[in-house]
């Protein structure tokens, strides 16, 4: 074997070698990715249950009121357990007399979420002034502050995460808002309000909302 062709598989050998350790980065490199990604997910799914348990928790302790400005959005997979213990929540509140109110925005789709919180005892309102755009928090009874930070901006996005603050001056600031907030009108007046302006019929909005047709039926010909 001469000296050259030794040279030659010597190169050949290293070439091998060096595009091995390519591929072997560009896996690794991915798997990292995969990895942080992975990571991502679980810190936003960890700090979402966080925001709702620290809501659940906070309410568990009012002894005479809990006033909410929430987003109201239609529940959807871990959503609908976390709707379920808040509804839950509600139902022991009032039973215990406490006096439990929410603001949604006035979307049509928040009519769901509204009538299952209105079912469970606890009094709604819609408007469609700027805070109810823009901040997301309960208030019990003056003294404690959950408030909740949006993934990003945006008047839809979800709830990524909340502060529990003990603060009676901001609870005072935010219950003066929450009474201030003009427009608002009451489940039953907002449901005639969506029904003036889209021409929908309770059949129609039950089938889309999934609300119970006859008492949509009920509420339309209330006075």
Do not use: W
Request: aromatic share 8%.
């Amino acid at each position: 074997m001469t000296i050259e062709t030794g040279l030659l598989i010597l190169e050949s050998i290293l070439l091998v070698a060096t595009i091995a350790l390519l591929i072997f980065n560009l896996r690794e490199g991915r798997g990292r990715k995969d990895l942080l990604l992975e990571v991502e997910r679980a810190t936003k799914v960890l700090t979402r249950q966080e925001y709702f348990l620290s809501v659940t928790d906070s309410m568990m302790d009012a002894k005479e009121e809990v006033i909410g400005c929430i987003t109201g959005r239609p529940p959807a997979g871990e959503d609908k357990k976390r709707t379920r213990d808040i509804i839950s929540g509600i139902e022991k509140l009032v039973r215990a007399g406490v006096k439990v109110k929410y603001l949604l925005p006035k979307f049509p789709d928040r009519l769901y979420t509204g009538y299952l919180y209105m079912k469970a005892g606890a009094e709604i309102r819609y408007s469609n002034c700027l805070m109810v755009h823009n901040v997301r928090f309960i208030s019990v009874d003056n003294r404690i502050v959950v408030i909740g930070i949006p993934e990003s901006i945006g008047e839809k996005e979800a709830t990524k995460k909340g502060y529990r603050i003990p603060s009676e001056g901001l609870a005072m600031i935010l219950k003066d808002y929450f009474h201030s907030c003009e427009n608002q009108v009451g489940f039953i007046e907002y449901l005639k309000e969506v029904m003036a302006q889209t021409g929908a019929t309770p059949r129609h909005l039950a089938q889309e909302f999934h609300i119970d047709e006859g008492e949509l039926e009920k509420f339309a010909k209330s006075s």
